[in-house]
Nanobody
Framework: VQLVESGGGLVQPGGSLRLSCAAS????????MRWYRQVPGKERERVATIYGSGDSTDYADSVKGRFTISRDNSMSTVFLEMNGLKSEDTAVYYC???????WGQGTQVTVSS
């Protein structure tokens, strides 16, 4: 199982970013996928979940209405569209396959003026 995140970077408050997580080594379309984030010294926070078909999603209250999780099963990729970014969204964002306990290497998102 391999998960490779990309798309992080530095963005001003109110800006947008789109994260991608390319998956391989397992039947992607059958598995629920999640995005987490972590700030140094704090526990990893679950951000968003998308189920295999892509029809059902779930979000942390802190990002609801601003972030959108989606997936392209033909590309074995899960996305996180982040709009209206705030300084408190600054973190390392990780892709996760819950049933496998698999994690990517993370991508840094920094929201700062």
């Amino acid at each position: 199982v391999q998960l490779v995140e990309s798309g992080g970077g530095l963005v001003q408050p109110g800006g947008s970013l789109r994260l991608s997580c390319a998956a391989s080594g397992f039947p992607f379309s059958r598995y629920t996928m999640r995005w987490y984030r972590q700030v140094p010294g704090k526990e990893r926070e679950r951000v968003a979940t998308i189920y295999g078909s892509g029809d059902s999603t779930d979000y942390a209250d802190s990002v609801k209405g601003r972030f959108t999780i989606s997936r392209d099963n033909s590309m074995s990729t899960v996305f996180l569209e982040m709009n209206g970014l705030k300084s408190e969204d600054t973190a390392v964002y990780y892709c996760n396959v819950p049933l496998m306990g698999a994690w990517g290497q993370g991508t840094q998102v920094t929201v700062s003026s």
